[in-house]
DNA sequence: CTTCGGTGATAACCGATGGTTATGACCACG
DNA sequence: CGTGGTCATAACCATCGGTTATCACCGAAG
């Protein structure tokens, strides 16, 4: 096996274009250096290869045998660097025109997704939208690791400070129940009564959103009871109709589980939540992102008062 | 037309080495280099082409889309890199164990070149032989161009100082004519009965060769008459039956003259010639050319107080 | 024979590059 | 809650790759 040491593509270019103009000085015009930086160069070349490639002539250059050996290859090596090259760009420039929309669930809420897609499409009429449904494990519906670019998610996100977001509704909380619970009689339910029930509970990474959807902060300190833990729609409403537990859900969530055997009732004593478009600060300055967030802000009716953050 | 830019093999080396570990620390390991070292290359590679390669996760890194459309390429960048340094090596090694020998006729003189030739492969068995007749424009026999890495020529030698060589012969000189010249009936002939006769010349370009075989240190000032140039045997015998001028000849050349038609003559008046293996002082050191240069010593039957020059 | 124009090589210099070690932020795991 | 692993960052330094100015050389043209 023997050992390579490796090129600088500028001085296989430099040498390309010394062979086919077999004259520094013209070479190194067409190639925009001076004609002394053409010459160390490839010199370092020749010493690097330990061998001659051009015999310095008095009009010119001429190439050795073993430049004539290295030319063909010094051109392949220079050709699949250019298509290695284009290759990213492609990539670079779809996904440039491609925006991920991370999902935790439909977002339903009365058309809201196509009406936010026909007012993006009408600002950015090249770009393409990719819906992506995340686990629930991720609370930031994929922004975190990248699949997704602008994400539909619940308030409080983790690591606050990586995110903005504009705020899509805030929602009035309700509690889903099996039809055969005892408290599914009630027309409202304080919280206060649910303390004691097992919830359903979004998965550990969830951080912060699972304390939320527990509703942590209004249980005083009593740890909740855990019946099962979740991370989809259907997981859920299963686990709701083998009374697992009773979990909270935001009021325009309420008809991904209503299929039937589950019922929702007001709860009193659990602030609202906050569902928003949420997208990395890193991205704030790309066309798609600022694009998709203004189209949902229209397609939200902003004006109502509903604010951007943080 | 896109515009690419030069890369340094280097990034993608490491870059193929960071896409099989998927771990920027093993992979600075493997490749010899501290991990910040790998990094920042790693982020100018990125830079470079505007988009993101890896993704960093805790546990190590992941390819992007990019990074995954790159690869490829990448491979086969470096191995066409590869390929080419090897087909250099090749020609390098191929170049390093062959020995071109220039001349500007035959040798002959007894069988020279076959004894020079059988102590040179006795002492180096890998090495081949290239016999390359050059024409007598060039009075280096190669040497100056590069054609040849030692050549027979005769003294003396253009640009003193950049060539060294071993005497082979100290051959009297002979004048060579058509049997039919007036002075081709005596045995002997002085230089200065010649002085009027029309000589045969070596191009231009042998510089002070051309002089020597002039014998123009033997004319006092006088220019000599030229009746002709040549640059090659054969061209010297036609010219030589054709009248159109007398030369001197080494004696060990008679024998490649006097095919019938022309006779040669003892010259009185002249010096005599020597005859000699020469090589660049800058391939003093090459083994090939030492080996060669003392099996020619040698064959020559060294010892009998022929000098080395200069 | 000298001058002149055009070749590539060399020298001196300087900012950028690519490497080092030391350190930091972060997170998973006992 | 330390501990050990990740990758990123900082400060530093030698080498590299470029510049301009200049040289040595040689052929062509006065």
Redesign the interface.
Known sequence: M?M???????DL?YFVTVAEELHFTRAAERLYVSQPALSKQIRALERQ???ELF?R?RQGAAL???GE??L???R??LE?????????????TA?RSTLVVGMSTSPGRGGLLPAVRSRFTAARPEAVIRLRQVNWADPTAGLA??EADVAFIWLPVPDQDRYAWTVIAEEPVRVALPDTHPLAARAEIDFADLLDEPFLALPESAGPLRDHWLALEARDGRPPRIGAEIAGTEETYEALLAGLGVCLVAAGNVPLLTLGGVTTRPVRGVPPSRYVLAWRKDDARRPLVRAYAEACRTAARGGRGLADGP
Chains 1, 2 share one sequence.
Do not use: S
Not at 4 to 10: A, E, K, L, N, P
Not at 80 to 92: D, L
């Open positions: 023997v390579t040491t490796d090129v600088h593509g500028r270019r290869l330990g061998v015999r002539e050795t045998p073993a050996a290295l063909p290859y010094a392949r090596v699949a660097w250019e298509e290695g090259a284009t290759a990213v760009e492609e990539v670079r996904q690791d990248g």
